[in-house]
């Protein structure tokens, strides 16, 4: 079934039709894990998987701007009692007029529990652990149900679908989103009451990762996502993503502990 309607033409390497191809592989490698493989592991190495093979290398048209991004995927290679969190993307941004930023987003996932509006998998521990750390960490959640109720200040066309057919006005829906971890500790919740504050992933990485916006630049943020410390655990695993504006080849230039990561991708 299709969930997503197909939008107005924007030309192929367009922002409106990439983000039509990332709701396409959140719903597959989403909705579609429901029952036989609903695990947060697996669905979360499907997603990414598929949200580089369409990312990777592409220029992306937008209004007065081009991005093209390269991304790598790595997974921690050894037992953590005590990972930091599930997954860290480490962005590099060159910006059209030179100017280079590197930054982190650490994120914390969890899916929803069958047949209820609850995601037992939350740990508000950890999720108070990565928000002192990282300002701008977030909470993915999904859902074999769709999402809708987010925070959009307006209908967002890169996510419309019609939820059900029957219905006359356009809903804006998904099957992954992001929530700010601070915020979602504020409303000490976990259920989907969350989604309120919740802005889709694929919107997430597109708009606001690829701008190298939500990151965080701290040492202590940074030095844990690349490895260069250990104390305080490590992602569980690392995506890379370099990103450049204007045209130009991405830096692709990470400097992260080798022998911690083991390239998956």
């Known amino acids: ?40 592991n697996i669905i979360t190495s499907s997603l990414f998987s598929g949200i580089k093979n369409i ?11 081009v991005i093209q991004s390269r ?5 921690f290679g050894r037992d953590q009692e005590n ?6 993307i480490l962005v590099q941004v060159s910006y059209h007029d030179g100017q280079v930023i590197q930054g982190v987003a650490f994120l914390e996932i969890a899916e929803k529990d069958p047949q209820k509006n609850t995601f037992s998998g939350l740990n508000k521990t950890r999720i108070k652990k990565i928000s002192s750390i990282g ?16 925070a959009f200040p307006s209908t967002a066309e890169s996510v419309i679908g019609t939820s059900p057919h029957s219905w006359n006005a356009w809903l804006p829906y998904t099957h992954a989103v992001a929530v700010p971890a601070g915020l979602a500790l504020a409303l000490d919740n976990k259920s989907t009451g969350l989604y309120k504050a919740s802005l889709p992933l694929s919107y997430q990485i597109c ?4 701008y190298g916006l939500d ?30 504006h204007g045209g130009a080849e991405p830096l692709d230039a990470f400097d992260f502990n080798r022998e911690l990561y083991e390239h998956i991708g």
């Open 207 to 210: 708009y606001r990762y690829l």
């Open 135 to 150: 300002h701008g960490s977030r909470i993915v959640l999904y859902d074999y149900d769709p999402i809708s109720g987010m």
């Open 215 to 244: 990151l965080d630049f701290g040492k202590q943020a940074m030095d844990i996502a690349t490895g260069a410390r250990t104390d305080r655990g490590n992602p569980g695993s690392l995506i890379l993503i370099a990103a450049a």
């Open 71 to 75: 991304w790598r995927m790595y997974r």
């Open 83 to 88: 990972p930091f969190c599930d997954t860290a």
């Open 55 to 65: 990312l990777h290398g592409k220029r992306i048209l937008t209004p007065g701007n």
């Open 1 to 40: 079934m299709k969930v997503i309607k197909q939008m107005a033409p924007g030309g192929k390497n367009s922002m409106k039709s990439l983000s039509h191809e990332l709701e396409s592989v959140v719903y597959s490698s989403v909705r579609e894990r429901y029952p036989s493989s609903w695990d947060r």
